[in-house]
């Protein structure tokens, strides 16, 4: 078992609430800088920036998960990640056709730039990706699990579509074996009252920016014997998924 500090929760340039500098490379270099050993993009409801992210990470040494955050029907926001590019990328052409055909006014919204693997802009998303989906609660997480993904609740611990806001409570159903907070502090408070004994906290940063990127400090211990970084994120998507506790 090998320890390794994370951030499974980042956005690109490519969401339109996050700075035009959050691309790639710079994403990468900063998670080098502040110790980060395993990053995940989540952009809203695109992974249209995973492909470029995976090959900077990789020029840092860090272990790339591809991912997205989902805004459920309710207006949740679910964090979506999987063990390799390719069912990420068949997740996010099956998400576009769910999301509302609504597009992007920059000067409203921001730019949701999409870049190259040399971290050149090469083109904008036209649709609105900060809108919601018409996917409810429970297919949005059983449709992330088809595609061999884990996904559970971001940020609980805020207001902002955070599922505790929105339903009072975290629910039986669907059974997230984890769910993501903002602040390690709450997570006595946040189990006890909600019930989350048993499940995996996720401390996370929801980086828009480049001086957020691993504020949240945490950790966890992966099986990565023989080492490979597909190894490492499947062990973490198994644990995600409640596949191996």
């Not at 492909?51 to 860090?62: D, L, N, Q, T, V």
């Not at 964090?79 to 068949?90: D, G, I, K, S, Y």
């Not at 949005?140 to 955070?162: F, Q």
Request: hydrophobic share 40%.
């Amino acid at each position: 078992m090998t320890r390794y500090t994370y951030d499974l929760h980042i956005h690109s340039c490519l969401s339109p609430c996050a700075d035009d500098d959050m691309t790639p490379a710079n994403i990468a270099g900063m998670a080098s800088l502040a110790g980060l050993q395993l990053l995940a993009l989540t952009d809203h409801n695109s992974c249209g920036n995973c492909a470029p992210f995976m090959k900077a990470c990789r020029r840092y040494g860090i272990v790339p998960v591809p991912g997205m955050e989902l805004t459920t029907a309710e207006e949740i926001h679910l964090v979506c990640l999987f063990p390799e590019l390719e069912p990420a990328l068949a997740f996010d052409q099956e998400v576009k056709t769910h999301l509302l055909p609504v597009k992007n006014r920059k000067a409203v919204f921001g730019n949701q730039i999409l870049v190259n693997e040399e971290d050149e802009p090469i083109g904008e998303e036209e649709l609105l990706l900060i809108s919601a989906t018409d996917l409810p609660l429970e297919q949005a997480y059983a449709l992330a699990r088809s595609y061999g993904g884990a996904a559970y609740p971001a940020h609980i611990d805020r207001d902002a579509n955070g599922i505790v806001a929105i339903l009072g409570t975290v629910p039986q159903e669907p059974a997230f074996p984890a769910v993501e907070l903002r602040d390690r502090a709450n997570r006595e408070a946040y189990t006890e009252r909600h019930g989350l004994a048993g499940k995996r906290l996720i401390c996370s940063s929801d980086s828009h920016n480049l001086w957020t990127i691993g504020d949240s400090g945490d950790a966890i211990e992966l099986d990565d014997e023989p080492y490979s970084s597909a190894k490492v994120r499947n062990a973490l998507i198994g644990i995600l998924r409640g596949d191996a506790l």
